[in-house]
């Protein structure tokens, strides 16, 4: 788009996060997404499907499932692994589990049946408010974590270490917990939201924290993730704070699924780093993969989700159509597509739509019967209106055709 018609307040005093960065993404649908007890948990072959959207899209990893929770599991985890391998995939899997030796032996066992290692993506609560209702103390957590982040570096797999509600957690325990399992082999950590509390600038300062006072004094190539949950609806902008910080990675799951209401919505990540010139790949099939999901998790995406649901590029506003039809007979496919839209929906494999409602106006029912290529008359427009102007919503496609004449199968408008 022509950056001389838009003024970009978000970037007056530098962008958020420095253009030239590596920003990767963990999609976690598959596992943490399927936590939420609403959903379906897809066939395996829904799943690969799933897997292979995502690869379609540039995802970068991806949690194929806690092997450790049982047949089906162990199963459909070492199944996507197979076609992760098999497909010659880029997307490079990670196993989920506790920082307990069964659930770590769980993940090992997968890895030799498949003969490839995959990051073990091994988790323990650490918060004062977890530690009082398990009786833990930080010795003990420092332990657990020492054992287990050994045991499976030393089965040789590499180790993604993870605390839970790390954003709750006191500063001396979370530079005890990272510097014991980065001194016990890993290589990569993930800083955690897990009850969606942290605000954007409690995810800067985490991360920032995390990244000076103990990943520096390392001196040691340690990947930084965060891992959002989304209670108080600030889990985007929560992920892009922590990237600003300094986050190498971002965890986020299709619709936003998963535990209460949800994780970091991964349709939204894309879409706002692609538009952070963050990353630059094709998005076209973002629809799909949201669509795909929705459908083998027996999820409804609502009319008003941002980008991939039904309204996001809709309109019936007579004001809005307006601008939108004038920009469209300019020839200019960006320019239509952003006089009323933060979002190109071009750049998604999408388009505006205008409807024709209640609010339309006739510049809605030209334009409508424009795309059709139906010979506008002021009595057709003015047929089409008046009814429009009479119904409590937008018309469907056979109501207008009705009005046109093209169709007798529906007699009046309700």
């Known amino acids: 788009m022509n950056h001389e018609l838009i003024y970009d307040w978000n970037a007056y005093s530098g962008p958020e996060v420095p253009a030239g960065r590596r920003v990767m993404l963990n999609d976690e649908t598959l596992r943490d997404g399927l936590q939420n007890p609403s959903v379906r948990n897809p066939a395996i072959g829904e799943k690969i499907e799933i897997l292979h959207l995502m690869e379609d899209l540039g995802i970068d990893m991806v949690n194929i499932g806690l092997p450790a929770a049982g047949p089906r599991a162990f199963a459909d985890t070492e199944s996507l692994a197979r076609e992760i391998v098999g497909s010659r995939m880029k997307i490079r899997p990670n196993l989920a589990g506790r920082t307990h030796k069964s659930d770590i032996q769980a993940m090992i066992d997968v890895c030799e049946r498949v003969g490839t290692a995959m990051e073990a993506a091994m988790f323990l609560g650490s918060s004062p408010i977890r530690r009082l209702v398990e009786d833990w103390t930080v010795e003990h957590l420092q332990r657990t974590t020492e054992e287990s982040v050994k045991f499976a570096v030393s089965e040789g797999l590499p180790v993604m270490y993870v605390t839970e509600d790390t954003i709750r957690t006191d500063p001396p325990t979370v530079i005890a917990l990272y510097s014991t399992a980065i001194r016990a082999g890993a290589r990569a950590i993930v800083l955690c939201d897990t009850v969606g509390h942290a605000t954007p600038r409690g995810a800067y300062n985490l991360v920032k924290f995390v990244i000076e006072e103990v990943v520096k004094p390392f001196g040691e190539n340690i990947r930084v993730d965060w891992h959002g949950h989304n209670d108080r609806g600030l889990a985007v902008a929560n992920s892009i704070a922590a990237l600003a910080a300094g986050a190498n990675q971002v965890h986020a799951v299709a619709l936003a699924l998963g535990e209460r209401v949800g994780n970091t919505p991964m349709e939204m990540m894309l879409v706002n780093l692609r538009l952070l ?29 941002p980008i991939v649901g039904r309204d996001a590029f809709r309109t019936q506003t007579g004001v809005h159509a307006a601008a939108i039809a004038k920009a469209s007979k300019r020839d200019d496919h960006e320019l239509a597509n952003a006089i009323y839209s933060g979002v190109p929906a071009h750049l998604f494999g999408l388009e505006q739509i205008i409807e024709i409602g209640p609010m339309s106006g006739r510049s809605n029912v030209v334009y409508w019967l424009g795309k059709r290529d139906i010979a506008v008359t002021d009595e057709l427009v003015d047929r089409i209106l008046a009814a429009a102007k009479q119904a409590s919503s937008v018309l469907t496609e056979t109501e207008i055709l009705a009005l046109v004449g093209l169709s007798t199968n529906t007699k009046h408008v309700s």
């Open 277 to 305: 010139g963050l990353i630059d790949r094709d998005l076209s099939r973002l629809k799909k993969y949201s669509e795909t999901v929705a459908r083998a998790t027996n999820t409804v995406i609502p009319p008003n989700y």
